[in-house]
């Protein structure tokens, strides 16, 4: 992993929409310019931190893709989320100044580095900026919130077909297809994240397929009916 000291240009970035707030006027963008003003580049199957790792730093997702995970009291692995190009990585340090996960790249990636207390201090002063970073923080709330709900009320299928439609509509809003994706996740990882076995994970994808719902090669997912797969979340739903 290497740190280049490299102007990143917020006010350029074609995901400037998706991590940072718009509306920002030209002399408020350049403050924001000098402070998100290094890359760095991690390998896939490196980490961005660790559990433990001094909090300084956010980071926003410029290219590739993320888990994170912690470590069961058993020595487990337990993955708490997926974050892909144009997410904010780190808000979990804010509350002890210690980072509470690892963040592992799932492949190369690149992130841009946005030291917290600068941007706190710009918060302050750009009510635009912390109305943002307020936001960035209840969307990992509610985000919380719908994976308690996926692990305490949902049965295989429903977990499994919320997540492809969460997982596709987040690549979609940022320029990739409504209907194919490529998981960057193994299904050990998927069923870690969903509390699903392996082999539970492996039947449901088949169970899918054989239903006419989804298309799977390797990694290589389509999704031939998505109103089915929304049906199987929510019943009541009507075609």
Same mark, same amino acid.
């Given at each position: 992993?290497?740190?280049?000291?490299?102007?990143?240009?917020?006010?350029?970035?074609?995901?400037?929409?998706?991590?940072?707030?718009? &509306? *920002?006027?030209?002399?408020?963008?350049?403050? *924001?310019?000098?402070?998100?003003?290094?890359?760095?580049?991690?390998?896939?199957?490196?980490?961005?931190?660790?559990?433990?790792?001094?909090?300084?730093?956010?980071?926003?997702?410029?290219?590739?893709?993320?888990?994170?995970?912690?470590?069961?009291?058993? &020595?487990?692995?337990?993955?708490?989320?997926?974050?892909?190009?144009?997410?904010?990585?780190? *808000?979990?340090?804010?509350?002890?100044?210690?980072?509470?996960?690892?963040?592992?790249? +799932?492949?190369?990636?690149?992130?841009?580095?946005?030291?917290?207390?600068?941007?706190?201090?710009?918060?302050?002063?750009?009510?635009?900026?912390?109305?943002?970073?307020?936001?960035?923080?209840?969307?990992?709330?509610?985000?919380?919130?719908?994976?308690? +709900? +996926?692990?305490?009320?949902?049965?295989?299928?429903?977990?499994?077909?919320?997540? +492809?439609?969460?997982?596709?509509?987040?690549?979609?809003?940022?320029?990739?297809?409504?209907?194919?994706?490529?998981?960057?996740?193994?299904?050990?990882?998927?069923?870690?994240?969903?509390?699903?076995?392996?082999?539970?994970?492996?039947?449901?994808?088949?169970?899918?397929?054989?239903? &006419?719902?989804?298309?799977?090669?390797?990694?290589?997912?389509?999704?031939?009916?998505?109103?089915?797969?929304?049906?199987?979340?929510?019943?009541?739903?009507?075609?």
């Amino acid at each position: 992993m290497d740190i280049q000291s490299i102007k990143v240009a917020c006010s350029s970035c074609n995901l400037r929409e998706l991590c940072l707030p718009m &509306g *920002l006027n030209p002399n408020e963008m350049d403050k *924001l310019d000098n402070v998100i003003s290094a890359r760095r580049r991690v390998k896939r199957g490196s980490a961005l931190f660790n559990t433990g790792d001094k909090f300084t730093s956010l980071y926003a997702v410029r290219s590739g893709f993320f888990k994170t995970c912690v470590t069961t009291a058993d &020595g487990r692995d337990q993955v708490t989320g997926f974050q892909m190009t144009g997410e904010i990585i780190g *808000l979990d340090g804010i509350v002890s100044d210690r980072h509470s996960c690892d963040a592992i790249a +799932l492949e190369d990636a690149e992130v841009c580095i946005m030291p917290f207390d600068q941007v706190e201090e710009l918060s302050r002063e750009f009510t635009t900026l912390q109305h943002h970073v307020h936001k960035i923080m209840s969307r990992e709330i509610v985000r919380d919130h719908s994976v308690m +709900l +996926l692990l305490g009320s949902m049965r295989a299928e429903e977990r499994l077909a919320a997540f +492809l439609l969460n997982l596709v509509q987040r690549l979609h809003a940022r320029g990739f297809s409504q209907s194919e994706l490529v998981l960057r996740m193994t299904r050990e990882e998927i069923g870690s994240y969903l509390g699903m076995k392996l082999e539970t994970v492996s039947r449901t994808f088949s169970k899918f397929v054989e239903e &006419g719902i989804i298309e799977v090669k390797q990694r290589y997912v389509h999704i031939k009916d998505t109103e089915a797969l929304k049906l199987i979340v929510n019943p009541q739903t009507c075609r």
